[in-house]
């Protein structure tokens, strides 16, 4: 398993082993003392999967109160996986990352707390796995607008992309609340 520090620090791409034969393959998703050595050590306390169709954009989701870290992996189809760096006092501040997610490179991102999250599914249909590390709390979600000009995610879209009303609703990122 390789882990790589993305150009965002504290959100990694993982590219984990895959051993295969004539009966299929076999690869670690998640293993805490290798994840532990590269600075993730976090709890795991809610497993989620969604499925989407082509040209759905999930996003951007954070929880103001309970910030979940997140590892998504891509179980079945290919995504387009966003993180947002929305802590004011960082650095990187508005800067965002995408990483390619599918299940033919079986890569998975962790986003840590204090990012919000999105993806644009690019294949027929996408399921998407990810490991939160703390429960959700609808109450304190909130959402970044997807298409914010001062964040620039570059989502290369062919066409309008399907939101949910919650992600049409969403502010931008001088609007927005952040954390510290």
Known sequence: MEIVETVLPGVKLIKPK???DQRGFFTELYHQQKFSDH??????VQDNLSRSQ???????????QCPQGKLVTVFAGEIFDVAVDVRRSSPHFGKWVGQLLSSENRHSLYIPPGFAHGFQVLSESADVFYKC??????EHERTLLWNDPDVGVDWSLKGEPVLSEKDLAGLPLSQIECFD
């Not at 082509?54 to 103001?64: D, P, S």
């Not at 590390?133 to 609808?138: I, V």
């Open 18 to 20: 895959l051993f295969g």
């Open 39 to 44: 600075g993730i050590s976090v709890p795991f």
């Open 54 to 64: 082509q040209g759905v954009l999930r996003g951007l989701h954070y929880q103001i």
């Open 133 to 138: 590390t703390d429960l959700y709390h609808p």
